[in-house]
């Protein structure tokens, strides 16, 4: 059930104002009837979009009216109505993906003003490469911990741009770089590319489980680029903001007592700011029942109760989401 929260949610942020809408739960396969996990599913028209997870399930939100585009690699890609049905199953033929297959998805373009975002290029760096390099200190040094990437390794992705259109290429792959506050994305893993920061108004990353972990510009934190969305309403936002350093090395040895350590380490600090829409400044906030139930007033009782002794955790809040929606 988590991740029909997260997909919904991901549709709340990004949905442009409907008359009416449905929820769609379908499936994606092949000619053989096996599934498609991974398959991008989007409205046609409007900057709405999801990941079919690993049996090809998946949940959006669009217009009744509305038509679907499917994208998957080594498949041709799938135009399907709706026609006011709330179950699809999607068959997708053999062949390779435009990955722009209509107006409203531009491929992400490497330092090309007319096709979609500008990036800046670095070249044969990789998330591996771009950890610190180790310095001789006088002492055995051992390998860097931690990292300054949201994952540990490449993930897939998709942004919105600052007058809504959707930008996604089924050959790239992204990551938040935590030291920056940027997104950051590769077309063979073995260069780096960073975005334009200008350029992208929201953007989404997906975990492991394809669930979205979701990103947008918050000028009201300060100077870091983008920040996660915890929770999103017309009244309130819930931000948790990562702040990652890199912390040197210091392991000392004054022949009687050792102390430091002998790695060097990307250290995370994480906040959480609570925002009423209309207000000037977040406000810091805490995971605790008590400061949540207070943040959102009589709104958010029905499910804080109905939560009993859970703890507040990331999915609590992005449960909450749900439920606020």
Same mark, same amino acid.
Not at 6 to 29: C, D, E, N, Y
Not at 63 to 83: H, M, N, R
Not at 202 to 219: N, R, T, V, W
Not at 236 to 242: A, N, P
């Given at each position: *059930?988590? &991740?029909?929260?997260?997909?919904?949610?991901?549709?709340?942020?990004?949905?442009?104002?409907?008359?009416?809408?449905?929820?769609?739960?379908? !499936?994606?396969?092949?000619?053989?009837?096996?599934? %498609?996990?991974?398959?991008? @599913? #989007?409205?046609?028209?409007?900057?709405?979009?999801?990941?079919?997870?690993?049996?090809?399930?998946?949940?959006?939100?669009?217009?009744?009216?509305?038509?679907?585009?499917?994208?998957?690699?080594?498949?041709?890609?799938? !135009?399907?109505?709706?026609? +006011?049905?709330?179950?699809?199953?999607?068959?997708?033929?053999?062949?390779?993906?435009?990955?722009?297959?209509?107006?409203?998805?531009? /491929?992400?373009?490497?330092?090309?003003?007319?096709?979609?975002? *500008?990036?800046?290029?670095?070249?044969?760096?990789?998330?591996?490469?771009?950890?610190?390099?180790? %310095? #001789? %200190?006088?002492?055995?040094?051992?390998?860097?911990?931690?990292?300054?990437?949201?994952?540990?390794?490449?993930?897939?992705?998709?942004?919105?741009?600052?007058?809504?259109?959707?930008?996604?290429?089924?050959?790239?792959?992204?990551?938040?770089?935590?030291?920056?506050?940027?997104?950051?994305?590769?077309?063979?893993?073995?260069?780096? *590319?960073?975005?334009?920061?200008?350029?992208?108004?929201?953007?989404?990353?997906?975990?492991? &489980?394809?669930?979205?972990?979701?990103?947008?510009?918050?000028?009201?934190?300060?100077?870091?680029?983008?920040?996660?969305? *915890?929770?999103?309403?017309?009244?309130?936002?819930?931000?948790?903001?990562?702040?990652?350093?890199? @912390?040197?090395?210091?392991?000392?040895? +004054?022949? @009687?007592?050792?102390?430091?350590?002998?790695?060097?380490?990307?250290?995370?600090?994480?906040?959480?700011?609570?925002?009423?829409?209309?207000?000037?400044?977040? &406000?810091?906030?805490?995971?605790?029942?008590?400061?949540? #139930?207070?943040?959102?007033?009589?709104?958010?009782? &029905?499910?804080?109760?109905?939560?009993? /002794?859970?703890?507040?955790?990331?999915?609590?809040?992005?449960?909450?989401?749900? /439920?606020? !929606?």
């Amino acid at each position: *059930m988590k &991740k029909v929260f997260w997909i919904i949610l991901m549709q709340a942020i990004t949905v442009i104002a409907f008359g009416q809408s449905i929820s769609i739960k379908g !499936q994606v396969r092949n000619a053989d009837g096996q599934p %498609v996990p991974r398959a991008f @599913v #989007k409205d046609s028209q409007h900057s709405i979009a999801a990941f079919a997870d690993s049996s090809g399930a998946f949940l959006i939100k669009v217009d009744p009216t509305a038509s679907l585009t499917v994208l998957a690699e080594g498949y041709a890609d799938a !135009q399907v109505k709706i026609d +006011n049905k709330t179950a699809l199953v999607i068959t997708l033929g053999k062949g390779s993906s435009s990955s722009t297959s209509n107006s409203n998805i531009a /491929s992400v373009a490497d330092n090309n003003p007319d096709g979609g975002l *500008m990036f800046l290029t670095r070249e044969n760096l990789t998330t591996q490469t771009l950890t610190s390099q180790s %310095v #001789k %200190v006088g002492f055995n040094q051992e390998p860097t911990q931690g990292n300054p990437y949201l994952f540990a390794g490449w993930t897939k992705g998709f942004a919105v741009d600052n007058n809504g259109l959707l930008l996604y290429d089924i050959n790239n792959l992204y990551n938040y770089d935590k030291i920056t506050g940027q997104l950051v994305f590769t077309k063979d893993q073995k260069s780096l *590319m960073q975005v334009v920061k200008s350029d992208v108004k929201q953007f989404f990353l997906y975990d492991g &489980k394809l669930l979205p972990h979701i990103f947008e510009s918050a000028p009201v934190l300060g100077n870091q680029v983008f920040v996660e969305v *915890m929770v999103t309403t017309p009244r309130y936002r819930l931000y948790k903001q990562t702040t990652t350093k890199l @912390v040197r090395a210091d392991y000392h040895n +004054n022949g @009687v007592l050792e102390s430091g350590h002998r790695y060097d380490e990307y250290v995370d600090n994480v906040k959480y700011y609570f925002l009423k829409v209309g207000d000037a400044k977040a &406000k810091s906030i805490s995971l605790k029942k008590k400061a949540i #139930k207070e943040a959102f007033a009589s709104d958010a009782d &029905k499910f804080i109760d109905a939560q009993g /002794s859970r703890d507040v955790d990331d999915d609590y809040l992005r449960e909450l989401n749900f /439920s606020l !929606q």
